[in-house]
């Protein structure tokens, strides 16, 4: 089958709290952006690369994505995102060939994440048609409140599932999923799922953690560090 990634790196970082979009901000001497592309390029199989970038700093976005090492087999286009990331998503999906049948949605932000498990993610969508997505166990116990701060009840956390990217689609569920949504939603599995989807859960990987704050980015750029040789 034929694979698309969709990388969304257009989002502003307003927590990370830098003045360039969050994509763009360096981490350990490159590019956020620019590392997350490196599990897209290493994959073994040929994939159509979609990058979805910040309108403000479009041309340097495009410049990083260039500059990234790839293949000069994958076909890479790049697109301007909007003001959500389902915006961003939905304008990664205009972009794709008419021969995918896969699509991969992935922040740019989970800049680490390993190959393996963007292999796992074609696997399993490939091998069962559905949508896949990678997660791992919650650690903390988690208390359901009223919102003013009250204890209503602890949920019962063997029942709860931290959810990252890349998530997989048949290109078609997502497409029409998309094509139907309404409101607001943080990710993709979770249209899927409103469409009346199965979605599977597969396991995740640590190292595919968000950057979010500048603790996330001082974590992350201690652990490039750490692999170094
Ligand atoms: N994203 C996007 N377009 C948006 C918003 C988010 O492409 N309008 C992307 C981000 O670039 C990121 C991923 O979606 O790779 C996950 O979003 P998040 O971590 O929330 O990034 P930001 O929205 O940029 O950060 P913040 O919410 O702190 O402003
Ligand atoms: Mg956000």
Same mark, same amino acid.
């Given at each position: 089958?034929?694979?698309?990634?969709?990388? @969304? /790196?257009?989002?502003?970082?307003?927590?990370?709290?830098?003045?360039?979009?969050?994509?763009?901000?360096?981490?350990?001497?490159?590019?956020?952006?620019?590392?997350?592309?490196?599990?897209?390029?290493?994959?073994?199989?040929?994939?159509?690369?979609?990058?979805?970038?910040?309108?403000?700093?479009?041309?340097?976005?495009?410049?990083?994505?260039?500059?990234?090492? %790839?293949?000069?087999?994958?076909?890479?286009?790049?697109?301007?995102?909007?003001?959500?990331?389902?915006?961003? @998503?939905?304008?990664?999906?205009?972009?794709?060939?008419?021969?995918?049948?896969?699509?991969?949605?992935?922040?740019?932000?989970?800049?680490?994440?390993?190959?393996?498990?963007?292999?796992?993610?074609?696997?399993? @969508?490939?091998?069962?048609?559905?949508? /896949?997505?990678?997660?791992?166990?919650?650690?903390?116990?988690?208390?359901?409140?009223? %919102?003013?701060?009250?204890?209503?009840?602890?949920?019962?956390?063997?029942?709860?599932?931290?959810?990252?990217?890349?998530?997989?689609?048949?290109?078609?569920?997502?497409?029409?999923?998309?094509?139907?949504?309404? %409101?607001?939603?943080?990710?993709?599995? /979770?249209?899927?799922?409103?469409?009346?989807?199965?979605?599977?859960?597969?396991?995740?990987?640590?190292?595919?953690?968000?950057?979010?704050?500048?603790?996330?980015?001082?974590?992350?750029?201690?652990?490039?560090?750490?692999?170094?040789?």
């Amino acid at each position: 089958v034929s694979v698309a990634v969709i990388v @969304v /790196a257009a989002g502003s970082g307003t927590r990370l709290g830098y003045s360039l979009p969050k994509a763009l901000v360096s981490l350990a001497q490159r590019p956020i952006l620019s590392r997350s592309l490196d599990p897209v390029f290493a994959l073994e199989r040929e994939v159509q690369l979609v990058v979805v970038v910040p309108r403000q700093h479009s041309a340097l976005a495009e410049q990083i994505v260039r500059d990234t090492a %790839g293949r000069a087999s994958t076909s890479c286009s790049i697109v301007v995102g909007g003001v959500s990331r389902q915006e961003s @998503v939905a304008a990664g999906l205009a972009a794709l060939e008419p021969s995918i049948e896969v699509v991969l949605v992935h922040d740019a932000a989970r800049a680490l994440t390993p190959v393996a498990q963007f292999e796992a993610i074609i696997a399993a @969508v490939t091998e069962t048609g559905l949508a /896949a997505i990678p997660g791992l166990p919650v650690s903390d116990t988690i208390k359901r409140t009223d %919102g003013f701060g009250r204890v209503v009840a602890t949920v019962d956390r063997s029942e709860l599932s931290a959810v990252q990217t890349p998530q997989g689609f048949p290109r078609a569920q997502l497409e029409a999923a998309y094509a139907a949504a309404s %409101g607001d939603f943080t990710d993709d599995a /979770a249209l899927i799922q409103t469409a009346g989807h199965d979605v599977t859960i597969i396991s995740g990987d640590p190292l595919a953690f968000k950057i979010t704050t500048p603790w996330d980015l001082r974590r992350a750029e201690q652990l490039l560090a750490d692999a170094a040789p």
